[in-house]
């Protein structure tokens, strides 16, 4: 699986502990996101980036921090803020910054908190 | 902003049969409407999307509509097979930079 990869696949943490789940991709692309998937609720955005050195937030960006240094990589900092971290995050990256460009997802990493 | 729901949550088809689901939006502004189909253990991956100037796609078994003046799409898949089991989310595209907007997905279970 090559294109966009993250890690770890599995990731346990303990509560009041900050951690970051990587994501890079070797496409290209210019625009990057971050989604948490959880049971019955589908995909729900927490922050994109359009451009290096920019990025905004989604719908559920709080407890969470970005950084888009390189146009390959953007990881994603979960911090001790954010109340129910247990969750899948993916990443997903597409060639364009519009809405109607495909996105393609990494494999996911599944946190843990206890 | 956007509101997307999906119907049904659950869908179990016997191989062969049609399977359809259903989603609706709010934003009379979304213009793209994707579906991606996630397999158990991997990736979301995108299997068909439609634009607002189209009112049906069609891609082998699988095919789209689309009503814009009732903001609802659907997803329909034709001869139904057993790895066509998976989540299938859809989406709408809103907003001015045009942010996707997720259903909360539909399980389809098919059994041979």
């Known amino acids: 699986d090559g294109g966009i990869t993250q890690s770890p696949k599995y990731l346990f943490r303990k509560e009041g502990q900050n951690v970051t789940l990587s994501c890079e991709q070797n496409?290209?692309?210019?625009?990057m996101y971050w989604y948490r998937q959880d049971p019955g609720q589908g995909l729900r955005l927490i922050y994109y980036?359009?451009?290096?050195?920019?990025?905004q937030k989604g719908d559920i960006a709080e407890g969470y921090s970005v950084s888009r240094e390189k146009k390959e990589s953007f990881p994603l900092t979960v911090t001790s803020a954010q109340k129910n971290p247990t969750a899948f995050y993916l990443c997903?990256?597409?060639?364009?910054?519009?809405?109607?460009?495909?996105?393609?997802f990494g494999p996911g990493t599944r946190l843990t908190v206890t | 902003g956007e509101n997307v729901e999906q119907h049904p949550s659950t869908l179990s088809v016997q191989e062969g049969d049609s399977a359809v689901i259903k989603c609706t939006y709010s934003?009379?502004?979304?213009?793209?409407f994707p579906w991606y189909k996630q397999e158990l253990g991997k990736r979301p991956q995108l299997i068909i999307d439609?634009?607002?100037?189209?009112g049906e796609k069609k891609d082998q078994r699988i095919a789209v509509t689309l009503n814009k003046t009732a903001k609802h799409f659907s997803l329909h898949i034709t001869e139904t097979q057993p790895e066509d089991s998976a989540v299938y989310f859809c989406?709408?595209?809103?907003?001015?930079?045009?942010?996707?907007?997720f259903g909360a997905g539909t399980q389809v279970v098919v059994t041979p």
């Open positions: 997903a990256s597409s060639i364009g910054v519009q809405g109607d460009s495909e996105q393609y």
């Open positions: 496409l290209n692309h210019d625009a």
């Open positions: 980036s359009q451009i290096v050195n920019d990025f």
């Open positions: 934003d009379s502004a979304s213009n793209y």
């Open positions: 439609i634009r607002s100037n189209v």
């Open positions: 989406a709408a595209c809103w907003g001015g930079w045009g942010k996707l907007q």
